[in-house]
């Protein structure tokens, strides 16, 4: 079994940074891929960004590529998602979760594992 707790999220004026952190117990999840999604209120939990179990290998939406970056840290079972460029559009409720599989993954099918999520509200 594996928790995962997320951290980090917010109120940012639009143009700012966050790094979010997410961090595993329960068991290592360094052979596994890692991913960020978002729900934002009345839509759908969405795809954010996703790493392969070696931060080898990125995969992103294409509304945050160039803004965010994923990435990972298996000594520390941590993996992160730097904000940058922050829109109002970004606010929503942003999750964590360990992926089935080692290799980059979009589906929400393709995860077993979420943490609670931790909110992001981007002011205008």
């Known amino acids: 079994q594996v928790q995962l707790v997320e951290s980090g999220g917010r109120l940012v004026q639009a143009g700012g940074s966050l790094r979010l952190s997410c961090a595993a117990s329960?068991?290592?999840?360094?052979?596994?891929?890692m991913g960020w999604f978002r729900q934002a209120p009345g839509k759908e939990r969405e795809f954010v960004a996703s790493?392969?179990?070696?931060?080898?290998?990125?995969y992103y939406v294409d509304s945050v590529k160039g803004r965010f970056t994923i990435s990972r840290d298996n000594a520390k079972n941590t993996v992160y998602l730097q904000m940058n460029s922050l829109k109002p559009e970004d606010t929503a409720v942003y999750y964590c979760?360990?992926?089935?599989?080692?290799?980059?993954?979009?589906?929400?099918?393709?995860?077993?594992?979420w943490g609670q999520g931790t909110q992001v509200t981007v002011s205008s």
């Open positions: 790493i392969n179990w070696s931060g080898g290998s990125t």
């Open positions: 979760a360990a992926s089935r599989f080692s290799s980059v993954a979009a589906d929400t099918s393709d995860y077993a594992y």
């Open positions: 329960g068991r290592a999840v360094g052979t596994h891929a």
